[in-house]
Nanobody, 129 residues
Framework: QVQLVESGGGLVQAGGSLRLSCAAS????????MGWFRQAPGKEREFVAA????????FYVDSVKGRFTISRDNARKMVYLQMNSLKPEDTAVYYC??????????????????????WGQGTQVTVSS
């Protein structure tokens, strides 16, 4: 079993930065791929970023490339999402998720929410214009 708890959300002006954190618990969590997804009001949940257990594979949705950075610290069982140059369209509830993916998994697996087994409760990010 894996438990995920997000933190770091808040209200920020456009152009500002936030760093989201995801604390994971569970014996084998370091072997899991980790992802960040977001859901804005009235919209479907959207993939944002993902990282393999080793950090060797990283994926982003095009709209955040160059602005967001995902990272992980397996020793601390933490995953981070550094968000810079925030835009009002980044406003959403951000969720951390964990997936037990095969080592050969490619982008399709990492970006597909149905492949993730565990989810946090979400943290609100609001970007004002």
């Amino acid at each position: 079993q894996v438990q995920l708890v997000e933190s770091g959300g808040g209200l920020v002006q456009a152009g500002g930065s936030l760093r989201l954190s995801c604390a994971a618990s569970g014996r084998t969590v370091s072997n899991y791929a980790m992802g960040w997804f977001r859901q804005a009001p009235g919209k479907e949940r959207e993939f944002v970023a993902a990282i393999s257990w080793s950090g060797g594979k990283i994926f982003y949705v095009d709209s955040v490339k160059g602005r967001f950075t995902i990272s992980r610290d397996n020793a601390r069982k933490m995953v981070y999402l550094q968000m810079n140059s925030l835009k009002p369209e980044d406003t959403a509830v951000y969720y951390c998720a964990a997936a037990d993916l095969p080592y050969y998994s490619g982008r399709y697996w990492y970006t597909n929410s149905t492949k993730y087994d565990y989810w946090g409760q979400g943290t609100q990010v609001t970007v004002s214009s």
